[in-house]
């Protein structure tokens, strides 16, 4: 088997014709009646005005079945045309390392449809498939692949994924899972675990950290949940149980680069440093500005410190299995997993609330970055033999969890954001080329790293937005392997080897934003029914809170801000590199390590308790 053979199979890309068998099988399914009729589950007529069918209760009662749904548009059929939906069980052999996770499907229409697009969606069980799994659809003679539901968390949504086809015929949802001799297993080689929340404390985040510090407690018992399964795995392995936890907590506030003027009112909260990367260890009831909070005194219910003073929670175990952390807990209970437990789940939820009182300018992967540079005692994972003689970064990993309403506004060239960011200068000339003072503060870094149909000298809608393939004003999220600096060869390393988990709850994005050559973008509610905002649209107004503002103020453009349709009160911004960042990986023919990057919407309350629940759980498989 040829190497391209190999990638092929692993990423989905197989067919039940003939040609299957360069990944191993050799069956066949198509749509004629070799597999017989079926079992029917429905008929349905529609005419020319189109419609949709959808199975149900009525006619069935599997629940794996009844999210079955066919859109067939308005004037693709000219007369009344009976639709029937059949399950073929048992379901055709299948070849070598695919696995169904959905029922094998015949739709067939009486008269054949002609030739036109309509779209089928097919059910799954969601409890047999992972997000690491290359997802695939298998239609007729050929095969599709598809982006995995569970790469976003749409666990609320109905479990079934859209599939764009010109002809029915056959269906069936299927996997391919991770090659296990490239997919190492975290239970035999991970011995350390950095954790690191980055959390957005800019104005209009105090609702969506409320969320999340209500939910943060689900996370931190989830992950002492696998804790404990890897332990006792490796002592029924008669193996050492060592194994090592670290959890930080940074914000996305690195300032501006330069003492802010401060009678300049979009710079409030802005200092030169920010919190410069440096490690939140202080609880929310300990910060001026959080301490009276409801949303802070709702979920801070005890305090706990650490009793070695570093800015981080540690949780360990030796090789023989006793469990010890830095919380100050009372005596007889130090080496007690269950006391631990329920101190580091308070202690999360104390620390995770950070307010609002950051500055304007998100710049997450900049926080992460000086986090790295500066924090030895707290990272194990990716750091060079420079820094630390006896890293390993085969037992190591980083768990990155990322929550911001805003795109990533991180400098390309962090030394010169005092003549980038400097209100003292001349705003730009209209129609003239982008500068820096012609956006307003928290929306230059959008303006001066993406290209859109429309200039952005004016008010009104951009269209066709995305990134600037050669922008220089934002560090890039990625580079090409090797030295070259950007977020993913810094942050993650550069042979783009090493153990990496990333979770990011932000605005609703796209999937395939990082296509540049995309004619049109997808987004996730275009897939999944959704109501979202499409970051290739953008809107800019002038800025509502300024009351000076004119169309000639340059400087007052900002993007202007949506409401979530649950909660109404939050609000959010387009984004695409927070995206682009956290959908890297096996979609692009790369890998970040044994577990892929998913994102959540930051407007969907359910989602946070989801994704927090799933990620540490995916540590103790």
């Known amino acids: 088997m040829t190497r391209v053979q190999k990638s092929l199979c692993l990423l989905g890309l197989i067919s039940w014709m003939a040609g299957v068998v360069a990944c191993g099988g050799s069956d066949h399914l198509d749509g004629d009646d070799r597999f017989g009729p079926g079992t029917v589950l429905g008929s349905f007529r529609l005419g020319p005005a189109g419609g949709q069918i959808a199975l149900d209760g009525g006619h069935t009662q599997d629940p794996a079945l009844q999210g079955l749904l066919l859109q067939v548009p308005p004037g693709l059929i000219r007369s009344e045309t009976v639709f029937t939906i059949a399950q073929i069980d048992p379901a055709p052999s299948l070849s070598e390392n695919a696995e169904a996770v959905g029922p094998t499907l015949r739709i067939t229409a009486k008269p054949p ?3 036109g697009d309509v779209t089928v969606w097919l059910p799954y069980e969601r409890q047999r498939i992972h997000y690491t799994d290359a997802f695939f659809v298998a239609h007729n003679a050929a095969s599709q692949p598809l982006e995995n539901p569970m790469q976003r968390v749409v666990l609320s949504q109905r479990p079934a994924v859209p599939v764009a086809v010109q002809e029915l015929g056959l269906f069936q949802l299927l996997v391919r899972r991770p090659d296990p001799a490239v997919i190492m297993s975290l239970r035999d080689n991970i011995r350390a675990i950095d954790v690191l929340f980055v959390i957005d404390n800019s104005p209009s985040m105090a609702d969506k950290q409320g969320l999340l510090t209500s939910k943060i407690g689900v996370f931190a018992d989830k992950l002492i949940e696998s804790f ?9 392995k008669g193996r050492s149980q060592e ?3 670290h959890v930080g907590i940074i914000s996305t506030n690195v300032g501006i680069g330069y003492d802010a003027d401060p009678r300049i009112s979009q710079l409030r909260d802005c200092t030169k440093l920010g919190d410069d990367g440096n490690f939140q260890e ?61 101190a580091f789940s308070t202690m999360m939820s104390c620390r995770a609330y950070l307010g609002e009182r950051g500055c304007g300018r998100e710049a997450p992967f900049e926080a992460v970055r000086r986090a790295i540079g500066k924090g030895k005692d707290f990272f194990r994972y990716n750091r060079t033999p420079a820094m630390d003689p006896d890293r390993n970064s085969n037992t190591s990993l980083l768990f990155l969890v990322l929550i911001s309403d805003e795109d990533d506004q991180s400098l390309a060239d962090p030394s010169k954001a005092a003549m980038l960011y400097d209100y003292n200068t001349s705003p730009g000339t209209p129609g003239g080329a982008k500068q820096p003072t012609n956006f307003h503060l928290n929306f230059r870094g959008f303006a001066m790293s993406t290209t859109c149909k429309e200039d952005f000298f004016s008010a009104g809608m951009k269209t066709d937005c995305k990134e600037d393939a050669m922008q220089t004003f934002l560090y890039p999220v990625l580079g090409p392997k090797g030295a070259n ?9 550069a042979d783009h080897k090493y153990n990496v988990l990333m979770a990011a709850i932000v605005p609703p994005g796209p999937i395939k934003f990082y296509d540049d050559s995309a004619t049109t973008m997808k987004v996730w509610g275009d897939l999944y029914g959704k109501k979202m905002i499409n970051p290739a649209t953008v809107a800019l107004e002038l800025d509502p809170a300024q009351t000076t503002c004119a169309a000639t103020d340059l400087d007052c453009l900002v993007e202007k801000r949506h409401t979530c349709t649950t909660p109404g009160a939050m609000t959010y911004s387009a984004q695409h590199r927070l995206s682009k960042f956290a959908s890297f990986g096996a979609p692009m023919g790369e890998t970040l390590g044994p577990r892929q990057s998913i994102q959540a919407d930051i407007c969907e309350k359910k989602e946070y308790e989801q994704i927090l629940a799933l990620l540490p759980q995916s540590l103790g498989l």
């Open 113 to 115: 449809l002609p030739r």
């Open 228 to 236: 404990k399964k890897i332990k006792e795995y490796h002592k029924s």
């Open 243 to 245: 194994l090592s936890i």
């Open 282 to 342: 202080k609880s929310c009831t300990m910060r001026p500005n959080t301490a009276s909070d409801p949303r802070c005194t709702t979920y801070c219910n005890k305090e706990y410190i650490a009793n070695d003073m570093k800015p981080f929670i540690r949780i360990e175990s030796n090789s023989a299995g006793t469990v010890s952390s830095n919380i100050s807990l009372p005596a007889g209970s130090s080496n007690d997993i269950n006391a631990i437990s329920s």
């Open 485 to 493: 600096p950007s977020v993913v060869n810094d942050m993650i390393g």
